[in-house]
């Protein structure tokens, strides 16, 4: 066999093989370069989505000779860990720093209602998948770590995901 039919015979092999390990149920799969979400079963897309994602900024730490916060959103495989409706967001000290505030003491100064959008889904460590009231601003690298997606978008990966549904973030 020609080295040519041979290399297209493996890559039709590999292809069979690989869609066969794809997840029967939806899984996420985000492209945080291009700044896309796909919703997806097997090979077939259900959605693709515009999304913001992590912008890379750095904030130096007040007090740390050496502490940083790195705004990115990981890399890696996760799992949808929570399902929140009319999510509260509970700022983080970065966003006081950030602000140029005093963090403060009283936990209830930290709540935050209705910046999240009507939907967010945990995937760890404090990052979620959420609305925004900046969708002017998808398609761009400027989130602190978590993917903002528009209201009809974040509603149709709600609905689809479930707890432990898994994603894919590269």
């Given at each position: 066999m020609p080295p040519l039919e041979l290399l297209l015979s493996r890559q039709a092999f590999l292809t069979k093989k690989l869609t066969q390990l794809a997840p029967a149920e939806p899984y996420i799969v985000v492209d945080t370069a291009r700044n896309l979400l796909y919703l997806k079963r097997r090979e077939k897309v259900l959605l693709t989505a515009l999304a913001?994602?992590?912008?890379?900024?750095?904030?130096?730490?007040?007090?740390?000779?050496?502490?940083?916060?790195?705004?990115?959103?990981?890399?890696?495989?996760?799992?949808?860990?929570?399902?929140?409706?009319?999510?509260?967001?509970?700022?983080?000290?970065?966003?006081?720093?950030?602000?140029?505030?005093?963090?403060?003491?009283?936990?209830?100064?930290?709540?935050?209602?209705?910046?999240?959008?009507?939907?967010?889904?945990?995937?760890?460590?404090?990052?979620?998948?959420?609305?925004?009231?900046?969708?002017?601003?998808?398609?761009?690298?400027?989130?602190?770590?978590?993917?903002?997606l528009n209201d009809e978008d974040l509603r149709t990966v709600y609905k689809a995901a479930k707890i432990g549904t898994p994603i894919m973030i590269f």
């Open positions: 913001s994602t992590g912008s890379g900024t750095i904030l130096d730490k007040p007090d740390h000779v050496e502490g940083q916060w790195v705004f990115d959103t990981p890399r890696g495989f996760f799992t949808i860990q929570s399902k929140l409706l009319n999510p509260v967001w509970v700022k983080p000290d970065w966003a006081f720093v950030e602000a140029g505030l005093a963090v403060p003491r009283n936990p209830a100064e930290r709540l935050e209602p209705g910046v999240l959008g009507e939907y967010a889904l945990g995937f760890g460590q404090g990052y979620f998948i959420h609305g925004t009231l900046y969708a002017r601003l998808l398609g761009k690298n400027v989130t602190h770590g978590c993917i903002r």
